[in-house]
């Protein structure tokens, strides 16, 4: 069963088209990552979802009923938003309860709840404290906390983490992983974060200028994108685009290198194309050159450590290319090394239309 179905949604704000007809269908229990660039209308859909904005045109279902004139309260959803607000004169405790005592939950309930939470989210011996009298991560827990004491249908999260200092955002991702696994609820999460649509979903929907790019299981999105854009929004470092004219087996670069592309079906040869290769699937040549990967000198321009791998920026085929290499595989710019390419990940786009080939 699913417990959001959105058909054909639309959202003007006076004269802007913010969601210009959006198809939704969420499974119960299914966590669902709605990504894209600033903008696109992550917010202004989950705002739709709960109620706090009208829609324009469309209808939105929650749990089979039909909430599209619904008010906020009635739509069995519970939402976590970027700035947590929480309410400043009021103990973290009856912060998590608040919701509780306007629906008018027996006393031993709320108790109940609250504690399952608390315990949840390591934030049993806080219960007494204030909202200023918290760390930041801490806050959000107890906002987090206030969203899953509710029975919902529907668990809405608009950037919970985006606030919080890298460690933080780590420790609170497995926290929010394990909520899910532990409560088994139906969430959508907005996010700006790679790692954590990755890492979340079990589905991500990306959006483009109010319209849906492509959806699918992380994994998809990222090996098998069906734009350029998707190709480039996903992955960190982002994926290389070289410019290449197709060859009735592969490409050839504008320094004359030719590459056989395994399995790429589809080319037009003499046409202008784009191709795609993930910084990760590339590295430093080792004895033998491996199965359906193509080998290439490079002189490395420059190299920026991350720790145990390092982002080594360096000529390919007249265009400049990243590839994550390990770190001990290179030592300095000027060097000259030979690299393999993974050309069975590799990606045919038409520069026109932007469609993967
Ligand atoms: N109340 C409003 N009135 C007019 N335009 C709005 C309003 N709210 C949002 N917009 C516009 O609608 C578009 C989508 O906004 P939205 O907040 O949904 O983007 P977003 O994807 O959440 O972006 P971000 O990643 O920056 O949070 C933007 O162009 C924004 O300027
Ligand atoms: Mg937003």
């Known amino acids: 069963m699913s417990d959001l179905k959105i058909s054909n949604l639309h959202k003007h704000y006076g004269g802007f088209h913010a969601v210009k007809g959006i198809d939704l269908d969420v499974p119960s229990g299914e966590f669902t990552v709605l990504v894209g660039p600033s903008g696109c209308g992550k917010s202004t859909l989950l705002r739709c979802i709960a109620g706090l904005e009208e829609t324009s045109q469309g209808t939105i279902e929650i749990g089979g009923r039909d909430v599209t004139y619904a008010r906020p309260r009635d739509r069995d959803i519970a939402m976590v938003f970027q700035n947590y607000a929480l309410y400043p004169y009021l103990s973290v405790k009856e912060n998590i309860a608040?919701?509780?005592?306007?629906?008018?939950?027996?006393?031993?309930?709320?108790?109940?709840?609250?504690?399952?939470?608390?315990?949840?989210?390591?934030?049993?011996?806080?219960?007494?404290?204030?909202?200023?009298?918290?760390?930041?991560?801490?806050?959000?827990?107890?906002?987090?906390?206030?969203?899953?004491?509710?029975?919902?249908?529907?668990?809405?999260?608009?950037?919970?983490?985006?606030?919080?200092?890298?460690?933080?955002?780590?420790?609170?991702?497995?926290?929010?992983?394990?909520?899910?696994?532990?409560?088994?609820?139906?969430?959508?999460?907005?996010?700006?974060?790679?790692?954590?649509?990755?890492t979340l979903a079990d589905r991500i929907v990306l959006l483009r200028d109010g319209l849906i790019e492509q959806q699918g299981?992380?994994?998809?999105?990222?090996?098998?994108?069906?734009?350029?854009?998707?190709?480039?929004?996903?992955?960190?470092?982002?994926?290389?685009?070289?410019?290449?004219?197709?060859?009735?087996?592969?490409?050839?670069?504008?320094?004359?290198?030719?590459?056989?592309?395994?399995?790429?079906?589809?080319?037009?040869?003499?046409?202008?194309?784009?191709?795609?290769?993930?910084?990760?699937?590339?590295?430093?040549?080792?004895?033998?050159?491996?199965?359906?990967?193509?080998?290439v000198p490079a002189v490395i321009e420059l190299l920026q450590p991350t720790g145990s791998r390092v982002q080594a920026t360096l000529p390919l085929g007249g265009a400049s290319i990243v590839a994550e290499l390990a770190a001990h595989d290179v030592s300095k710019p000027g060097e000259k090394i030979h690299i393999d390419l993974d050309l069975t990940r590799a990606v045919v786009m038409d520069p026109q239309s932007g469609q993967v080939i």
């Not at 107890?142 to 919902?152: L, N, P, Q, S």
């Not at 070289?242 to 670069?253: H, S």
């Not at 079906?265 to 590295?283: M, Y």
């Open 217 to 295: 299981a992380p994994l998809d999105l990222f090996e098998r994108p069906k734009t350029r854009f998707v190709a480039g929004f996903l992955g960190s470092p982002k994926m290389n685009f070289v410019d290449a004219t197709a060859t009735r087996t592969g490409v050839k670069l504008a320094d004359g290198t030719t590459l056989d592309l395994p399995g790429q079906k589809g080319l037009k040869a003499g046409a202008a194309v784009v191709l795609g290769l993930r910084p990760q699937f590339i590295t430093v040549a080792g004895k033998t050159v491996a199965k359906g990967h193509a080998r």
């Open 98 to 198: 608040f919701g509780l005592r306007a629906r008018k939950f027996a006393e031993a309930e709320i108790e109940k709840r609250v504690s399952r939470a608390a315990e949840m989210l390591a934030i049993g011996h806080l219960l007494q404290r204030f909202p200023r009298e918290l760390s930041g991560g801490q806050r959000q827990r107890v906002a987090i906390g206030r969203a899953i004491v509710r029975d919902a249908i529907l668990y809405l999260f608009d950037e919970p983490l985006s606030n919080l200092d890298a460690q933080l955002r780590d420790d609170m991702r497995v926290e929010i992983k394990r909520l899910h696994n532990e409560l088994g609820r139906t969430m959508i999460y907005v996010t700006h974060d790679q790692i954590e649509a990755m």
